[in-house]
């Protein structure tokens, strides 16, 4: 897929000069469908606009099929290959029929090829018994529809999706997504916008952010979920299609984790778990948050740190095993180590070392379950009840968060989530919160008592740590052997 | 009163009996004045098209120079023009004065003013996506502008109504312009003025009825249309 169009150095400001963004480089591939997402005011329609041509950057190199072309001959270009949509998109005081046929009646047709072409479209948006109403009075929803067919009739190469999906019913938001989907089918390249980042999983290729705070501000943020190559998507569409089933994860594990996972200590006491709980399993997908910077270890990778012969990470994939549906390890180094593990790794999606906040919410986006379980991957000695317990408490108190409590004090990172919260967590974190406790203080939060199992929330931070902690595992090891 | 009902029935007498001098009076009013609308408001709609989205220099001067013009008096219009055209003036030699084609230049005048503010105020509350829409669905400018005409049709008719209500109602500019000449330059609201300084209120009152009785069927006309528009959709 090569790129058709690039924007490099692209400025933007707003009146009294103030800089709306500042975007190094821009590319867009053919048959591709960029999500790009960011808060209110950070510049994604003034992009969108700048993209169809219809409004003027300060600056833009511009690459149009490998030729440079100054704005003026861009510009003609993007009239012509380009249909922006607004978000509320605008019908022609026409009927639905006339207003598919804007388009086509300028594009040199005559009559009947246009008449024909509209016929076609409408039937292709399942609109034919709307044809002759006006389009103004159609719902948000038909317009939505109308808008699409409309731009798709002239067989663009992009599309721009201004918030296509902001306040639609279910049945609506359905529909457009599929229509979504079908132009991709037909080689549209696409941009959408939103607000809800996790739509990207729907139907995104990539995902860019623009971002209003913090060090990337005003910029496109690279490292991105969704920039994944193709082989790692398909394995994760696999991963998802084992949870749909039901099938242990396991099946898609490396034969030596899987060996690991019958020898572990912890997963044998899994017996002791009631088996007929009535946790939706299926339903918690498990973050290992091991994203930080571990500069206490002198910046060792602490996922990766071998506790008596096995990295840590292996000990809690092993816990967490039996407890969720799926397991996501949130990391931003050493990708090729975490990799080997066959769970999908997923990098921060906004800059990098931000804290476990970008963790939980990249995990969150990755996810299509309705819980997100988060742990450290610090913390070796993860309770077989962690998952079971927390989800309990979080209903019994109709929170929102169940966070685990060592009886002194709070353990946030181990914690159980909504997946409604990824609108709130990110425009928290667009906004510059960064702390793990604020953002919690803003919601429901059930307190999950955890005091008796002291050991949960040991983890490693020293080198010292790592020998007692090594030393505990061998005596916890015995006495279940014995 | 008795005689204000009794000019009044001899009114209708007129109106009816088919006056051939009364409806030559009535066609040259709505000829000069449609002329003088139908060629202002081409020009008219492109400059206040060009008003509401270019940005130029000088571009809020002429704005606020014609929404002033609106007040311009008609008998203002008439003196100016009648020093133009009169022999000794600048274009004297067009021999314009007392003629329809100097009445029609009066009215242009008179009414290209209220269209441009009009239409400007119309154009300028146009739904910005209009535009946005139909240039990214690949129409020319010009295509778009049309379309955006096209969409706001409402605001501009009503803007035309309202400039050919002025200009087929204004006495001063025509009876300075064209002189009130029979059968050539004597219009609805001059041959009234004439026809009130010599006592003859009748045909004055004819004139009157006709001249009210066209503005109610120009705007049921357009209420019409409004209206079939809405519920054919």
Request: hydrophobic share 45%; charged share 20%.
């Amino acid at each position: 897929m090569s790129v058709f169009l690039q924007l490099k150095h692209l400025r933007k400001s707003v009146n009294a000069g103030e800089r709306l963004f500042d975007i190094d480089e821009f590319s867009i591939r053919e048959n591709t469908c960029i999500v790009l997402s960011g808060g209110n005011g950070a510049g994604k329609t003034t992009l969108l606009k700048i993209l169809a041509g219809l409004d003027k950057p300060d600056h833009a190199d511009i690459l149009y099929d490998g030729e440079h072309l100054p704005w003026k001959l861009a510009q003609q270009k993007l009239f012509h290959d380009v249909v922006y949509l607004h978000q509320q998109p605008y019908m022609f005081d026409k009927t639905v029929a006339e207003n598919i046929a804007y388009g086509l009646h300028r594009s040199g047709l005559n009559r009947a090829q246009v008449d024909e072409k509209v016929d076609q479209a409408l039937h292709w948006a399942q609109l034919s018994k709307l044809a002759t109403r006006n389009a103004r009075r159609l719902s948000g929803g038909e317009k939505q529809r109308v808008a699409l067919t409309r731009a798709r009739v002239l067989s663009p190469r992009l599309l721009l999706l201004d918030e296509p999906l902001a306040s639609m019913d279910i049945n609506a938001r359905e529909q457009t997504i599929d229509l979504i989907k079908r132009l991709k089918s037909e080689g549209v390249s696409s941009i959408v916008t939103s607000h809800e980042p996790h739509i990207s999983t729907l139907i995104g290729d990539e995902h860019r952010h623009l971002c209003k705070t913090g060090p990337c501000r005003y910029t496109v943020v690279k490292p991105f979920l969704f920039q994944r190559d193709m082989e790692q998507r398909s394995r994760l569409s696999k991963q998802h299609k084992t949870y749909a089933s039901g099938e242990p994860s396991a099946g898609l594990h490396l034969e030596d984790c899987a060996e690991h996972r019958n020898k572990s200590p912890v997963n044998r006491s899994n017996t002791t778990m009631n088996e007929d709980t009535t946790i939706p399993k299926q339903q918690i997908t498990a973050v290992i948050l091991a994203g930080g910077l571990a500069r206490r270890m002198s910046g060792q990778d602490k996922g990766l740190i071998e506790i008596n012969g096995r990295p840590m990470l292996e000990h809690i994939i092993a816990a967490l095993i039996p407890q969720v549906g799926g397991i996501l390890i949130n990391a931003n180094r050493n990708l090729d180590q975490y990799r080997r593990y066959a769970y999908p790794v997923i990098e921060d999606m906004m800059g990098e070392f931000f804290g476990p906040l970008v963790g939980m919410a990249s995990g969150m986006q990755a996810t299509n379950t309705d819980y997100l379980l988060t742990v450290p991957c610090d913390s070796p000695f993860i309770p077989p009840v962690l998952a079971e317990r927390l989800f309990r408490e979080l209903e019994d108190k109709q929170a929102d968060i169940s966070v685990a409590h060592d009886s002194t004090r709070m353990q946030p990172v181990f914690a159980l989530l909504r997946k409604g919260l990824l609108p709130s967590l990110m425009t928290y974190l667009e906004d510059g919160g960064r702390k793990i406790d604020t953002w919690y203080a803003e919601h429901r939060l059930a307190k999950t008592d955890f005091s008796d199992w002291p050991d949960a929330f040991i983890n490693i931070n020293t080198p010292d740590d790592k020998q007692s902690v090594e030393q505990k595992m061998i005596r916890q090891k015995d006495v279940h052997i014995t | 009163m008795a005689q204000l009902l009794d000019t009044s029935r001899q009114a209708l007498v007129l109106l009816f009996s088919g006056d051939p001098a009364l409806w030559s009076i009535v066609s040259i009013s709505f000829s000069v004045s449609l002329r003088a609308v139908l060629i202002a408001t081409p020009v008219a709609f492109l400059l206040a098209f060009l008003l509401a989205h270019l940005r130029f220099p000088g571009r809020r001067v002429l704005i606020s120079t014609f929404n002033t013009l609106l007040a311009l008096p008609a008998v203002v219009v008439g003196l100016t023009i009648y020093m133009l055209l009169s022999r000794n003036g600048p274009f004297g030699d067009l021999k314009l004065l007392f003629t329809q084609t100097g009445m029609v230049i009066g009215q242009i005048v008179l009414c290209f003013p209220l269209l441009v503010a009009f239409s400007h105020a119309t154009l300028q509350a146009a739904d910005q996506r209009a535009w946005e829409t139909a240039v990214t669905l690949g129409a020319k400018p010009w295509q778009a502008m049309l379309t955006l005409m096209c969409e706001v049709r409402y605001g501009l008719i009503a803007a035309v109504t309202a400039a050919f209500g002025r200009i087929i109602a204004e006495v001063g500019s025509s009876m300075m312009i064209g002189g009130n000449i029979l059968n050539y330059t004597r219009n609805i609201t001059t041959a009234i003025a004439l026809e009130t300084s010599k006592g003859e209120f009748a045909q004055g009152i004819a004139l009157g009825i006709i001249l009210l009785l066209s503005a109610l069927l120009l705007n049921f006309a357009l209420t019409f249309m409004q209206a079939r528009d809405d519920d054919a959709l």
